[in-house]
């Protein structure tokens, strides 16, 4: 199942660098439109910590330091470093994912936000991840749509 999972992350991944590279212009990844208050950089700001930290850091050994206020907070982030991190990021996740091993996934998760049971194990809690991931991609998919259409109102 790791290596599935591995494969699915990848491919979602992917599709969210695609779906930042398909904006007509850069500005656009920063748009606020009506009731849409977190646009697209927003979103990949946040994915990348979440996996960074919930993958990478507490399953992967890889260090990183969440602040998932800035994660929310910060504009304006240029395209190509957005891009440069969720190539990281994506590196980091299938790495750490291929590595696991099938019981790993029956043991609890060594990082579980609080809203989780503490013995949920690391294979539900990577569910959950890779859905919140799918979750997220969809509204970048809408939000490009939607102001890629109607870029003049905000």
């Known amino acids: 199942m790791h290596?599935?999972?591995a494969a699915l992350f990848d491919r979602d991944l992917t599709s969210l660098m695609n779906e930042l590279r398909a904006y007509p212009d850069e500005a656009g990844l920063w748009r606020v439109q009506g009731d849409i208050v977190n646009p697209a950089g927003t979103?990949?700001?946040h994915l990348t910590g979440n996996l960074r930290a919930l993958i990478g850091d507490a399953l992967g050994g890889e260090p990183y330091r969440r602040d998932r206020d800035a994660e929310f907070a910060?504009?304006?982030?240029?395209?190509a470093e957005l891009l440069s991190e969720l190539e990281h990021t994506r590196d980091?996740?299938?790495r750490?994912?291929?590595s696991l091993d099938?019981?790993?996934?029956t043991l609890p998760h060594p990082h579980l936000p609080p809203s989780f049971a503490p013995d949920t194990t690391t294979g539900a809690f990577?569910?959950?991840l890779y859905g919140h991931l799918g979750w997220h991609l969809g509204q970048v998919n809408y939000h490009r749509r939607l102001t890629a259409a109607r870029p003049d109102q905000g």
């Open 43 to 45: 979103l990949a700001l």
């Open 102 to 105: 099938d019981a790993r996934l």
């Open 3 to 5: 290596r599935d999972l």
């Open 92 to 94: 980091i996740v299938g």
């Open 74 to 79: 910060r504009r304006d982030v240029p395209r």
């Open 96 to 98: 750490t994912l291929r």
């Open 126 to 128: 990577l569910l959950h």
